[in-house]
């Protein structure tokens, strides 16, 4: 690590300080291609087959590998003198930078695997920003019909940097009963006044009573400023929003710079509930696919308590399927399978025993 000290804002004292962590890590397993077969297809490439494909303890790898993993990780933090509140404040500049990638030993061929690039920067502390990206190595070529195939050769020997193969973002926040308080309400230093004020009277300064015992705490409805019972109803709304960029393979591919086109998608979710009382709750879930322009599968549930029991209700009026499902569960996890179930059917592949 290494710490910096800028030459601007010299009388906020500020300190950055950057964190490098590199780690190497080897890992192998012994290849078993003696309980593979072989065969051809019907365009006469060569395919494998286990005969113990869906074994209740799994197949065995076919070839042996010895992986070496490279990853590095970069932490960028700043400190600083808050005039203000005479502390010292800590920033998040970049929570982390990394990036990662693979070498296979025992490969006959391509033993590179691609360059995996991650990056996550904490913007607020209920905030978080994540992008993830990933370039090729093995740069395309063509084969003997002509196709696009991934060769042998990396793009480094053609003097060009791994092939961009797409990225990730999402973005999201979640709205709940606390986030118009921290918005509007209240600063934490008129709270401890007011929590001051109400502390009891009658209770010596020990928190016991005259005769020393200790007082038990009897909790008072909260009230409104009119004097009402203040109307409590938990709820909260988590908005998401993602953009992704990928190679569209469906496109012809450029033959001068071997590359495809890219194309992206982007779309917007939302899900919330909302407890309307002690036994009712309800919750759904919804989004908005910009590429398709068409609203995402849809879904609506409330539930009611029935102590034992638990009955719940969930219909999907908008999306490519539409579907309702009533089912009462008693809540017992020993009796999971004592439950009455109504619903309406959308699949295709019903697999009848």
């Keep these: 690590y290494g710490m910096y000290k800028p030459l601007f804002a010299k009388k906020k004292e500020i300190q950055i300080r950057h964190v490098f962590t590199p780690q190497v890590s080897l890992s192998g397993a012994p290849g078993f291609s003696k309980y593979w077969e072989e065969y051809t297809d019907y365009n006469g490439n060569t395919q494998y087959y286990s005969p113990f494909t869906r074994q209740p303890y799994g197949v065995p790898s076919r070839e042996g590998s010895g992986t070496v993993t490279f990853s590095i990780s970069n932490n960028l933090e700043m400190k600083y003198y808050d005039a203000k509140k005479d502390t ?203 590429q398709a322009k068409e609203i995402t599968q849809t879904s609506c549930t409330i539930s009611r308590d029935l102590h034992c029991f638990n009955l719940s209700a969930s219909l999907s009026p908008f999306g490519r399927w539409k579907y309702y499902n009533v089912t009462i569960r008693a809540n017992a996890s020993i009796l999971q399978d004592l439950k009455y179930e109504q619903r309406s059917q959308t699949q295709s592949n019903i697999q009848w025993y």
């Design 88 to 290: 010292l404040k800590k920033v998040s500049l970049i929570d982390e930078l990394g990036a990662n990638m693979s070498y296979n030993m025992a490969a006959k061929e391509r033993p590179w695997s691609d360059l995996n690039m991650n990056l996550r920067l904490k913007l607020t502390k209920s905030y978080t920003f994540n992008m993830n990206a990933s370039f090729a190595t093995y740069a395309y070529t063509f084969d003997k019909n002509g196709d696009v195939v991934t060769g042998n050769r990396t793009e480094w020997s053609y003097g060009r940097f791994g092939r961009f193969q797409g990225y990730g973002s999402s973005f999201n926040y979640t709205f709940n009963n606390d986030t118009w308080k921290k918005w509007f309400g209240p600063k934490e230093d008129e709270q401890g006044k007011d929590k001051k004020s109400e502390d009891g009277e009658d209770e010596d300064a020990d928190g016991t009573e005259g005769d020393g015992t200790t007082p038990k705490k009897v909790e008072k409805a909260q009230a409104d400023p009119d004097g009402y019972q203040v109307f409590k109803m938990p709820w909260s709304l988590s908005l998401s929003y993602s953009f992704n960029i990928r190679e569209d393979r469906t496109k012809p591919i450029n033959r001068h710079s071997m590359r495809y086109p890219y194309t992206y998608t982007h779309n917007i979710n939302a899900n919330g509930n909302i407890k309307i009382s002690n036994n009712w709750s309800l919750s759904f879930n919804s989004g908005y696919d910009f």
